[in-house]
């Protein structure tokens, strides 16, 4: 059966009401979450995450609503870019070079409008370059053997660990941390116990979920709660929108070639939305020249980055669900809802799971529709939300966390570990050391020492068989040029975008 047929079987299944409801809820959730300066796509679905299992979803419905929350949070993080000047997340912080100007100059629904289309555009292309690469992906990748996975699972850490990073010290130490964490418990080989230090709870392990939570809703919300608590800015009032139908194909070619651009950058490891955003933006400064007139309020300056972070997020689920391997954070997050649920991304996903696989890509089709229709008409809905104090909301979304943390296993144990791992986040984060490779670390550890050990069975204890395929060399270089080349690129995208919003600032 070929793509086709079982896309159209994935949207069979989407199509029922409760698969409907949930991808709505999850939209007007992302939008909402994407909008709120700060709190971004990756912690909003760690959040949610206990809330699902407390709900007692299908693996179906759990999944369509955490992509549909990371396909919103992509949308909504433009709004506070384009009213307050500030980015919801750091991939939206492009668009408030020319978002914000066009809000001042009284044309915010304008902004707001192109940038969903554009928004709409991106995540559309990158779907339909999931089905198309996504497969095939699939199907090389049924040629790995232990040794593959193990460099698989090395370029994993290397890749989407130095992006997240200024500092390749601070990367190994988090990702050490989190195989660390990962062996807590006992060795199902050997029966012995490791970090469990007599203390029962600890003998079966310690649930990811939990971990994920602390890290990431947490110590996301300390942080946000230090910044945000006593700051306030005026929201530019949005006018009535007159729509323009030469507007939006004025802004087509700039969406289209940030979309593809986009989408290379999100199926790259590591590489993620920032990535995405920054580097269509730039091109399209290169591409029209003198014609434009970016920094100033050139609504293609709002169309081209929208559309390239929204099309790398739906490219870097091409990795998680092909490889194993997340694309970004939030697919790293999104990977450890997978494995809480018993499913296995990598090449076999396609196989043993091919329904729930192409339900949640045809959702992805329909939450697309969905977040275009309710990111016109109902923005005014999400302008007044993003009004509230953050001192009303955090609360609020504090309780949710603890709450689903507690329906998921009845223990206070796993709640003060939640904390504990929240505080741990929070100093992490402050110290500048990254929290994805401890997670990603925590996640891919148990099958790295699994695909680790079973190699070194086969070759009688022989180091050399990692390196002995070409496969296992190819994954390997491009392992190591994943973990330097981030170093020299990523600090260049921060310092290129932060000139590029200081510019703006001085402007302003």
Known sequence: ????????????????????????????????????????????????????????????????LLTSVYAGAMYGGRISSILLNIPGDEPALMTTLDGYPMAKQGKAAEALMLSAVASFIGSLIA??????????????????????????????????????????????????????????????NTSTPRYTFDILELYEGIDFIVVLVGMFAISELLMFIEAHNNSSKDMIKVNKLRFSFKEVVHILPTSLRGSFLGFLAGVLPGAGASLGSFISYTLEKKVLGKKGHFGTGDPRGVAAPEAGNNAAANGAL?????????????????????VSLNITPGPMLFQ????????????????????????????????????????????????????????ISHSLMDIYLMIGFGVFGYFMR?????????????????????????????????????????????????AIAGLILPMIIGPILRTKMKQATFRDDISD
């Not at 909008?35 to 990756?42: D, Q």
């Not at 053997?145 to 200024?166: D, K, N």
């Not at 008409?377 to 909301?393: E, H, T």
């Open 1 to 64: 059966m070929n793509s086709f047929s079982l896309l159209m079987d994935g949207f069979v299944n989407a199509l029922t009401w409760q698969t409907l409801l949930f991808a709505l809820i999850g939209c007007i959730l992302g939008t909402l979450i994407g909008a709120l300066p700060g709190l971004g796509p990756a912690n909003g679905v760690a959040i949610l995450i206990p809330l699902v299992f407390s709900l007692g979803l299908n693996p179906a419905e759990s999944l369509v």
């Open 127 to 188: 779907t339909i370059g999931l089905v198309m690469l996504a497969p095939l992906l699939a199907k090389a990748a049924l040629q790995f053997g232990s040794p593959e996975y193990v460099a698989l699972y090395v370029l994993a850490f290397a890749a989407l660990g130095g992006i997240t990073s200024q500092s390749l010290a601070k990367t190994l130490i988090a990702t050490a941390l989190g195989l660390m964490i990962a062996t807590i418990g006992i060795d199902k």
């Open 318 to 338: 091409v990795p998680m669900l092909t490889l194993g391997v997340p694309g970004s954070g939030t697919t790293a997050v999104l990977l450890a809802m997978l």
């Open 352 to 407: 043993q799971n091919a329904d729930l696989v192409w339900t949640i890509i045809a959702a992805l089709f329909i939450g697309n529709v969905m977040l275009l229709v309710l990111n016109i008409p109902m923005i005014g809905f999400f302008v007044k939300i993003l009004s509230i104090p953050p001192r009303y909301l955090m609360p609020l979304v504090t309780i949710i966390a603890i709450l689903g943390i507690y329906s």
């Open 430 to 478: 402050k110290l500048g050391v990254p929290v994805v490779p401890i997670i990603l670390g925590m996640l891919l550890g148990p099958d790295l020492e699994t695909s680790l050990r079973h190699s070194l069975m086969i070759s009688d204890g022989n180091w050399l068989i990692l390196w002995q395929s070409p496969l296992a060399i190819g994954l390997w270089i491009v």
